[in-house]
């Protein structure tokens, strides 16, 4: 919890001063003690990570970044931040209980979920400009960066690349200790998925095939080919 707050509101004042009661509880050496103080606190850290020092209002001109995470455990997270200065300010932040079935995703596959069920719900803000994804799972990397769907042999791998794919988004590899604020959403989620979440996640095979008929025959034109051609060729592919 103190992660996520330093990393969101680590810049303001305020938050150094709400955080104080609650560091001693970090140490290793002597008893865990919640009293009323350290509840105080935590209510003060929360008001301060609301409050407009830390907010901020999309702007598009400004770089922007996109941080996400999968808790096998527990649920995916999500930080939307953009930069004022030297500092990142919070736009929006989420998090959800991941399902049975997800439960049973490889960890790349988990977080490829956590990466397409984030940019959809932030799909107003990055839809049509360029951002940087920020991940702690490295295979990732050469999957979103440099691959192609054709080159992904996974279909549910194959299907959430795809999911990504009307985003302009370079992604950028942290260490996971560094990762605070998206991996204590993660870890504490706070919504159920909607049946809208939970579609992201369903098994569809994305059929390349299909696709690729679709397009090409789309572009022919009728004098080019009959209604009987093009139908004989779907079938054929």
Same mark, same amino acid.
């Given at each position: 919890? $103190?992660?996520?707050?330093?990393?969101?509101?680590?810049?303001?004042?305020?938050?150094?001063?709400?955080?104080?009661?609650?560091?001693?509880?970090?140490?290793? !050496?002597?008893?865990?003690?919640?009293?009323?103080?350290?509840?105080?606190?935590? @209510?003060?850290?929360?008001?301060?990570?609301?409050?407009?020092?830390?907010?901020?209002?999309?702007?598009?001109?400004?770089?922007?970044?996109?941080?996400?995470?999968?808790?096998?455990?527990?649920?995916?997270?999500?930080?939307? !931040?953009?930069?004022?200065?030297?500092?990142?300010?919070?736009? !929006?932040?989420?998090?959800?209980?991941?399902?049975?079935?997800?439960?049973?995703?490889?960890?790349?596959?988990?977080?490829?979920?956590?990466?397409?069920?984030?940019?959809?719900?932030?799909?107003?803000?990055? $839809?049509?400009?360029?951002?940087? $994804?920020?991940?702690?799972?490295?295979?990732? @990397?050469?999957?979103?960066?440099? !691959?192609?769907?054709?080159?992904?042999?996974?279909?549910?791998?194959?299907?959430?690349?795809?999911?990504?794919?009307?985003?302009?988004?370079?992604?950028?590899?942290?260490?996971?200790?560094?990762?605070?604020?998206?991996?204590? $959403?993660?870890?504490?989620?706070?919504?159920?998925?909607?049946?809208?979440?939970?579609?992201?996640?369903?098994?569809?095979?994305?059929?390349?095939?299909?696709?690729?008929?679709?397009?090409?025959?789309?572009?022919?034109?009728?004098?080019?080919?009959?209604?009987?051609?093009?139908?004989?060729?779907?079938?054929? @592919?």
């Amino acid at each position: 919890f $103190l992660g996520l707050a330093n990393q969101l509101g680590g810049f303001t004042n305020k938050m150094s001063e709400a955080c104080l009661p609650l560091r001693p509880l970090l140490r290793k !050496q002597g008893p865990f003690v919640w009293s009323d103080v350290s509840e105080d606190a935590f @209510i003060k850290v929360k008001k301060v990570l609301s409050s407009p020092e830390v907010l901020a209002t999309f702007d598009v001109s400004r770089e922007t970044r996109l941080l996400t995470d999968a808790s096998r455990l527990h649920g995916l997270g999500y930080v939307l !931040q953009q930069r004022h200065g030297d500092d990142w300010r919070l736009i !929006q932040a989420g998090s959800r209980f991941i399902t049975e079935t997800e439960a049973t995703y490889s960890s790349v596959e988990l977080e490829l979920l956590a990466v397409a069920w984030s940019m959809k719900k932030c799909r107003h803000f990055l $839809l049509g400009m360029s951002f940087e $994804l920020l991940v702690d799972h490295q295979p990732l @990397i050469s999957i979103l960066n440099n !691959q192609t769907l054709d080159m992904v042999d996974n279909n549910r791998i194959q299907r959430l690349k795809e999911k990504t794919s009307p985003f302009i988004f370079k992604t950028r590899w942290v260490k996971g200790k560094t990762h605070y604020a998206a991996d204590a $959403l993660s870890r504490h989620p706070i919504m159920d998925p909607s049946e809208d979440d939970i579609m992201i996640g369903k098994d569809e095979t994305l059929d390349m095939r299909r696709y690729l008929s679709a397009c090409l025959i789309t572009v022919f034109s009728p004098n080019e080919y009959s209604e009987r051609e093009r139908a004989n060729y779907s079938r054929a @592919i």
